[in-house]
């Protein structure tokens, strides 16, 4: 019985170890890929000046930090879907976080194909954007039917990764006993609905969607900054909250 705890003891600060990892990459990606370029974006849409405008020079800068984030985040989710296998042995609940962030990881490399092909025409979309960041699907699809294609696949599995570690992360936080990594899976649910607004904008427009997407920057560091909170404030070797399964 000693035997047991002691493993599953092991197994818990593994798991532990893997989301505080996973999580400071994603808090990386976040500032690279979300953070920076949507600042460069807005700055250009209300505050147009310099280097902060309609630019290839800018599209091409915002292009290239979604590849680096990307690549981030699908690090991130490596270590998050390593971070649910090691707790699965502990409780197979976990077992669906893990293909989903699976999935997710496939959808980023789509992702940075996508990303690659923007960097490539960011002429031709200038004229398409109209200052107007939330246009930016609708003008990728009319200029490049191949990337707008394979963005959308893209991110449809990555959404579908982000969800699986909302879920772990609820999972984890019922399991460590934490309400942070309650709070930090609230958070990323919170931030996977916002990333959908421009979709929703496409077919069905709405005044004021646009200030909505103000959030996401800061929604996509505050989630992971608080799976870190929740990881770092527990003490090691910490025995965790027995599953109910």
């Not at 449809?156 to 570690?165: E, Y």
């Not at 969607?209 to 770092?232: D, T, Y």
Request: proline share 5%; hydrophobic share 55%.
């Amino acid at each position: 019985m000693a035997g047991a705890t002691g493993n599953a003891a092991e197994y818990d600060q593994k798991g532990a170890t893997r989301l505080g990892s996973g999580a400071w990459l994603g808090l990386l990606a976040a500032v690279i890929a979300v953070v920076v370029p949507s600042l460069a974006l807005f700055a250009s849409a209300y505050a147009p000046s310099g280097f902060f405008s309609f630019a290839p020079s800018l599209l091409q800068v915002s292009g290239a930090l979604v590849l680096v984030g990307a690549v981030f985040y699908i690090l991130s989710l490596f270590l998050y879907r390593r971070a649910f296998a090691t707790l699965r042995r502990l409780d197979p609940e976990f077992s669906l976080a893990s293909f989903l962030c699976l999935l997710g990881s496939v959808g980023f490399v789509l992702i940075l194909a996508a990303a690659a092909v923007l960097t490539g025409t960011a002429s031709s979309l200038l004229g398409c954007i109209h200052g107007s960041p939330t246009h930016a699907l609708s003008c990728l699809e009319s200029n490049q039917p191949f990337g707008a294609y394979t963005a959308l696949i893209g991110f449809v599995l990555a959404w579908v990764g982000g969800f699986g570690i909302v879920y772990g992360l609820w999972l984890a936080g019922g399991r460590y006993d934490d309400r942070t990594l309650d709070l930090g899976s609230l958070v990323y649910l919170l931030f996977l609905l916002l990333v959908l607004v421009p979709f929703f904008e496409i077919a069905f427009p709405f005044p004021g969607g646009e200030f909505l997407l103000v959030l996401v920057p800061v929604l996509s560091v505050a989630a992971p900054g608080f799976v870190l909170l929740g990881v770092v404030s527990r003490p090691r070797g910490r025995a965790a909250v027995p599953s109910s399964a």
